[in-house]
């Protein structure tokens, strides 16, 4: 038996940024976290993932897929690999990550905060896009 | 399958009813009684819906041995029980389980809600109970049948069938603000067809449900569509995302324009239709499971096929009830392009291909297609004896069948899941 429990693993799902906060198709990206964390909150639990602009880990420990990836860049990491799993076939055109050996301080670290984005207007849509930030709402604390 | 029209049934109603729904009013004290917002009345107090066309909401019915094979671990090895499993944790975590409570306000919100838009408003809610009853049976019968094959993927269609009966349920109770509620409960009866007592007929609706499940003891006669299980998953990915971009539009138009908020309905709706694109998701899954789905040119086809039957079905629809979408202040071609838009690029992700529906040909045709078709409604209207109407009708067929033939051979957008293309290509795709 061991003394202590194994460290915890995380898994992420990597993107450009303006995939994750500037595409009206992935706003439900903002419903689904909002839901997710209600959804914690009413469970008493703590909340396993977050979003981490530019994670320092990608260019230091994942070269090869750090340079898959266009910059600005955006990490949705979590312990539950279950559900990660499920983000992946909801997003698709994301890289998934194993980060296995990394501390949740090392998971987290963030990198350069995002810029901010140029939010066309579309002419078909009914509603304007979400506040632009709604993503910082999910970066660690 | 049995889908054959209950004998009893048959014999206790008058034949008037064969073709449409059938809509219990109560007796309470109505703002409006049925009648007097011109729907047909079969006797007093049971109203008579609209006739059955191409274009509502259906039910449906599928190969289910078929469907067994390809959950089957044994026979299927293209199953990823990873991502099932996934989905799986996903619906079991129930998010909306305390979602659908009503409060005090619908009742007196519906009794404001009067004239032509209380007609459309009812035909709305009618309309969306069915098809939420429509997915609820379906994925029902999934469930029981796929129990055995794979318990994993039934448990799934299980609980999608809870978030359909639930939905069904919240949109009949919203029919009682109205003075009606659609008798729903027969339906199971038709299709088991006295073969399997298993559930005594009656679909089993938890909680607050089971009430008006028991009480529609009424007739609700519709015939059953069969589809083999291809079109089935193809179609149903379609309408859940499709459904989850209606939902969420309207929620967000809503939410900034309270004053158009003039039933609380709406407000469930983010919530509400996260199922729905969850729903969409787990289709996603089932299509990979089967990637003669999503490779090659037969496949091509059919995706292509299926989202114009889709696009096409809810742009008439829709139009065709532009009242309804002004009534909440909403521009109902506008909306319907967004939602259309957005629904081809959430199934872009998936489908090995989609029609341009970004070109401007696509829409300049679409809305020529509406224009016909509301032609066709104005022909059924009018006084014309039948054999002239079916005669004035046929060249305004004719036009629509070669304005969809010729949607249907624009140039479509090559797509598809990163996970079905080789390494070298995943990055082009994404990231």
Known sequence: ?141 | MQTARPVAAKAARPTVISRGRVVRARAAAAAESPEDMGFKTMRDGVKVAADETLLTPRFYTTDFDEMEQIFSQQINPNLNMAELDAMLAEFRNDYNQRHFVRNETFKAAAENITGPTRKIFIEFLERSCTAEFSGFLLYKELGRRLKDCNPCVAEIFMLLSRDEARHAGFLNKALSDFNLALDLGFLTKNRRGGSDSSSGGWPRLAGVHGSWAARGLGLCRRKYTFFKPKFIIYATYLSEKIGYWRYICIYRHLQRNPDSQIYPLFEYFENWCQDENRHGDFLAAVLKAKPDLLEGTVAKLWSRFFCLSVYITMYLNDNQRSAFYESIGMNTKLFNQHVIIETNKSTERLFPAVPDVESPEFFMRMDRLVEYNSKLVALGKSDLPAPLQSLARLPIIERMVAEIFQIFIMKPKDCGSVDMLPAAEQAQVMY
């Open chain 1, 1 to 141: 038996m061991p003394r202590f429990p194994p460290p915890q693993e995380w898994v992420a799902l990597v993107a450009n940024a303006e995939f994750f906060c500037n595409d009206v198709q992935n706003e439900s990206l903002a419903e689904q976290l909002r839901e997710k964390a209600r959804y914690f909150r009413e469970q008493g639990k703590e909340q396993d993932f977050f979003l981490v602009p530019n994670p320092k880990w990608l260019d230091a420990k994942y070269p090869a897929q750090g340079k898959q990836v266009r910059r600005p860049c955006l990490a949705l990491v979590s312990t539950d690999t279950t559900w990660i799993t499920f983000m992946k076939l909801r997003l698709d055109r994301v890289l998934k990550i194993e980060l296995v050996g990394l501390t949740t301080e090392e998971v987290l670290e963030a990198g350069e905060a995002l810029p901010e984005f140029k939010r066309p207007e579309i002419k078909t849509s009914p509603y304007p896009w979400y506040s632009a930030g709604w993503w910082e709402k999910f970066y660690p604390n």
